[in-house]
């Protein structure tokens, strides 16, 4: 189980998942022990997940079972170059243990073991691309980047290592990765922000875990990206999609709006972010691991005291209950141990439900989830029967142009949305309509 918990973490999957994935692991494998099926082929998948539908499991878990089976196929895949390099026969399901890797294997039907047979477990020998990716995870960590940049990063280098399968990550060069971004754009057809994307992180993986010189950079075919002007909503529009949500997604909403925030700045807030007698938000990691602060807006204020009053109830009910508190990012647990059962660490918007940790089976509460929020306001599009593209960014967008649109000073503007560079926040001047005098004239004319 050592491997599939590497790889959930190289995927970027959030620890709170993790839980979930070795359980739709374990399933599927004492599934297709059961019927006596190939672990590693699409049609036990298939068979899996048509039971799964017949147990009434959700959609949503059944794509979470799907991408735990996916991923357990990869770890296989991975250690096949190790089995064929050896000479070792490769395993078959019925000699396979009812535990994945890195567990004591069983003994077929029909065999017995010595005390020494019994006592060894299957050795699990990592390819060198196994250490190449356990690396990059380690370089990415230690550059405290965040979960996305480790998923996405891990992403490219895999479809690397899918586009040079015969190759070992030592003997790959700068040319390799050009015919792979040429790939990426003829036969994939991916974006440039995707080609773009998959170069930066190949040219991190080249630098930081291959520890080679991606050679001159001039070389390397880089796509052009289009100026991309964003969806903007009027206030009319706003207040039609909030209308249409339901607590607590309505205030969350609000906040986005009101504030200016990227959705996962709205969810990760802690009640000691507010500060309601000064009437300021204080944004901790945002983007970049930056910090900021942005005025609370006083139209919500009654709306926000009531929710940390429900935030407080929670949690005296919780504590009466003997949970072990919120999660923690890091290692500030460790740091203060009593964190996460006090108020002050309580999430602003919490979960509905309490999570079980799996091993020391704690109770613990997270967050809203990111995918709820985006559900909800997809939903109060539908039934506001906007005609815009609208997803919880928009809400960012609009309070940028609004203000703008309001005479703000840009670099007012560029502070409130926690730009590092003045330019990402001009793109919000082609969003609304220019009010500028064209004619020159002398100041002293005025």
């Not at 280098?157 to 070992?168: P, V, W």
């Not at 001159?216 to 903007?232: H, L, S």
Request: charged share 25%; aromatic share 10%.
């Amino acid at each position: 189980m050592g491997r599939f918990v590497a790889v959930l973490e190289e995927r970027g999957v959030p620890l709170a998942q993790h839980s979930y994935y070795k359980k739709w692991l374990r399933y599927y494998v004492d599934f297709c022990d059961k019927y006596r099926l190939e672990a590693t082929s699409s049609k036990s998948q298939a068979q899996f997940l048509d039971k799964l539908r017949e147990k009434k499991q959700t959609d949503r878990q059944i794509k979470q079972a799907a991408h735990a089976v996916s991923l357990y196929w990869d770890v296989q895949r991975a250690l096949k170059p190790s089995a064929a390099a050896s000479g070792a026969e490769p395993l078959s399901r019925a000699a396979e243990p009812s535990v994945p890797y890195g567990l004591p294997a069983s003994i077929p039907k029909g065999q017995t073991a010595g005390p020494e047979k019994r006592s060894q477990t299957r050795p699990v020998v990592q390819t060198p691309w196994d250490r190449a990716f356990s690396e990059l995870v380690a370089v990415i960590k230690t550059r405290h980047y965040s979960p996305k940049t480790l998923k996405s990063y891990s992403h490219w280098a895999r479809k690397l290592h899918d586009f040079r399968k015969a190759r070992e990550p030592s003997s790959l060069s700068s040319e390799d990765v050009k015919e792979f971004l040429t790939y990426l754009a003829v036969k994939c057809g991916v974006s440039a922000s995707s080609q773009n994307q998959a170069f930066n992180a190949l040219l991190f993986f080249f630098r930081h875990v291959l520890q080679k010189d991606f050679g001159e950079i001039r070389d390397v075919v880089r796509a052009k990206r289009r100026p991309y002007i964003p969806v903007v909503l009027s206030r009319q529009e706003v207040d039609s999609v909030i209308r249409n949500l339901y607590p607590p997604y309505d205030l969350v909403t609000k906040v986005l709006y009101g504030c200016g925030l990227r959705l996962f700045e709205c969810l990760k807030m802690r009640v000691h972010n507010f500060n309601f007698d000064a009437g300021v938000l204080t944004v901790h990691d945002g983007k970049g691991k930056k910090d900021r602060t942005v005025p609370l807006p006083l139209s919500i204020l009654p709306e926000l005291l009531a929710q940390l009053e429900q935030v407080k109830h929670l949690h005296e009910q919780d504590m009466h209950e003997g949970y072990a508190g919120v999660f923690l990012d890091n290692l500030l647990e460790k740091k203060y141990r009593n964190a996460p059962k006090e108020l002050i660490w309580q999430w602003f918007f919490p979960a509905k439900t309490l999570t079980t940790v799996e091993g020391s089976h704690e109770r613990r509460r997270y967050h809203l989830h990111e995918s709820h929020v985006q559900k909800a306001i997809k939903a109060a599009v539908r039934r506001a029967r906007l005609t815009k593209r609208v997803s919880s960014h928009t809400f960012r967008h609009s309070f940028a142009s609004h203000l703008l649109q309001a005479n703000y000073d840009i670099r007012t503007i560029q502070e409130l949305l926690g730009h590092s560079d003045v330019r990402t926040t001009m793109i919000y001047t082609h969003t609304v309509r220019s009010r500028t005098i064209k004619e020159a004239k002398s100041p002293l004319d005025f």
